[in-house]
């Protein structure tokens, strides 16, 4: 499975981004392959609508899962009519970390809430 974790930075030891759609990079993860490749957001600074263009971007990409901070609510929709499962990325960990959590199942999933 192919698995996506925002980021502050380009690197594993970056921290995880608290916002899904304006996040510098996103690591791509394949879990099975173990390939992994920061690809840069080029959604981050648009005016409006950066979370749902990031979602499209991840869709498009293959991923099946999503590790982010907060992810706002059209965002949400559109991850979960794609089938991408969401889970919450805990404050201050790095990418690695985060990656590391998934596969031992220690993530919390984010299930779409309106705010």
């Known amino acids: 499975m192919k698995i ?10 970056a921290q995880t981004h608290s916002l899904f759609g ?3 990079y996103f690591f791509i993860v394949d879990t099975e ?3 992994i490749s920061a690809v840069k957001n ?3 600074g648009a005016a409006t609508g950066a979370g749902t263009a990031a979602a499209q971007d991840l869709f ?6 999503v590790i982010s901070g907060q992810i706002g ?9 794609a ?7 805990p404050a201050g960990i790095s990418v690695q970390e985060a990656v590391e959590k998934f596969k031992a199942g220690a993530l919390a999933k ?6």
């Open 60 to 65: 498009n990409a293959g991923v099946g899962a």
């Open 33 to 35: 392959t173990g390939n």
């Open 83 to 89: 089938g991408i499962a969401m889970y919450s990325a």
């Open 4 to 13: 996506a974790v925002s980021a502050c930075g380009d690197s594993l030891s």
């Open 73 to 81: 609510p059209n965002a949400c929709e559109v991850l979960k009519a």
């Open 42 to 44: 080029t959604s981050a």
């Open 22 to 24: 304006r996040c510098d």
């Open 110 to 115: 984010n299930e779409v809430r309106r705010f």
